[in-house]
């Protein structure tokens, strides 16, 4: 009865040091809150040093289902990758309405900060080639509604750069 006890004992303490550990995961959880009114995806790009020459090797694509309403998109980058720049491309699905961007959340292990609204387009610039943005009411939309690549969000100098920095510090 003693040694189950022990090892009773034993099993809940591992299972408590493990569920600690699950709170300091080294990821960054990007959640967007948005409205994508049609079915398409969000290609998310990244580069681990302070360039923004983005490529399709240091990207990935995230579905989303299309809602009149808010929706919270939740992009979680790998234990290995701690991206210092990141660009979003909203789309390809030529028939999409406006975007409407409401807020961005950055969370790394107990840190996090938010953008809200115009707060958006002090750390994100558009891409003016493909996209026309509402900073009022924080939509975008493609320039050109025959061209495939959807608008897109790139890192405003070294604004984005300078924060994630301070996301992954340990001070």
Excluded: H
């Excluded at 004992?9 to 049609?38: G, H, P, R, S, T």
């Excluded at 090797?57 to 579905?63: E, L, M, R």
């Excluded at 809200?116 to 509402?134: C, H, L, M, P, S």
């Amino acid at each position: 009865m003693k040694a189950f006890k022990i090892i009773s004992f034993i099993a809940v303490l591992l299972l408590f040091i493990n569920c600690e550990n699950n709170n300091n995961i080294n990821q960054l959880v990007v959640n967007i809150d948005v409205v994508i009114q049609k079915t398409d995806s969000i290609n998310v790009y990244y580069t681990e040093s302070k360039t923004i020459d983005f490529t399709d090797t240091q990207s990935f694509w995230t579905k989303v289902s299309g809602n009149k309403k808010n929706q919270n998109i939740q992009i979680v980058f790998p234990d290995s990758i701690q991206p210092k720049q990141i660009r979003l491309d909203f789309g390809r699905n030529l028939s999409q309405n406006d975007v409407v961007l409401n807020k961005i959340d950055f969370i790394y292990k107990n840190k996090s900060f938010s953008l809200k609204g115009k707060e958006i387009f002090y750390i994100f610039r558009v891409d003016e080639n493909n996209t026309v943005v509402d900073k009022l009411n924080g939509s975008i939309i493609r320039k050109n509604p025959k061209q495939i690549n959807g608008p897109s969000l790139y890192p405003k100098g070294d604004k984005l750069f300078n924060r994630l920095n301070q996301l992954y510090s340990e001070k």
